[in-house]
């Protein structure tokens, strides 16, 4: 059986690592997500309907000013405030959002977590010796 709580652990760290390279200015390939497609796979085995899951995360789609790979003439997205994410097929951006929805996965989740603090190594509070 799969946790929702499992798998947004699982998957935050591949969806993090895939946000920050859609954000470069030049993509000169596409970052392969083979932990998403595994728990897409095991979700579609267990008959889990994610089409019909409900929440924060929407398909869309961002039009292109010329036709693109296919003959496409827009890209297929999952959108949750303003974060967007783009992805290869609309079927694929139901079942991504409506996994992200299951798993109550949310806008501020895909943030980078920021590196922890190191201690402060100056002698504030410390008293200083006397001359």
Known sequence: ??????????????????LSHQQRRRLRFRMPL????????AARQLG??????????QVGSVP????????????PMIQCGA???MVD????AVELAGLLNW??????????EPPP??????PRGRPRPRK
Do not use: H
């Open 89 to 92: 097929s609309e079927e694929r």
């Open 83 to 85: 974060t967007v994410f």
């Open 34 to 41: 083979s932990v998403i497609d595994e728990t897409l796979a």
């Open 64 to 75: 292109l000013s010329r036709r693109a790979r296919r003959g496409l003439r827009s890209t």
């Open 1 to 18: 059986m799969l946790d929702p709580r499992s798998i947004r652990d699982l998957i935050l760290p591949e969806l993090r690592a895939a």
């Open 117 to 122: 603090v190191p201690p402060d190594p100056s």
């Open 48 to 57: 889990l309907a994610l089409a019909d899951m409900r929440g924060g995360w």
């Open 103 to 112: 798993c109550e996965v949310g806008e501020g989740d895909l943030a980078e």
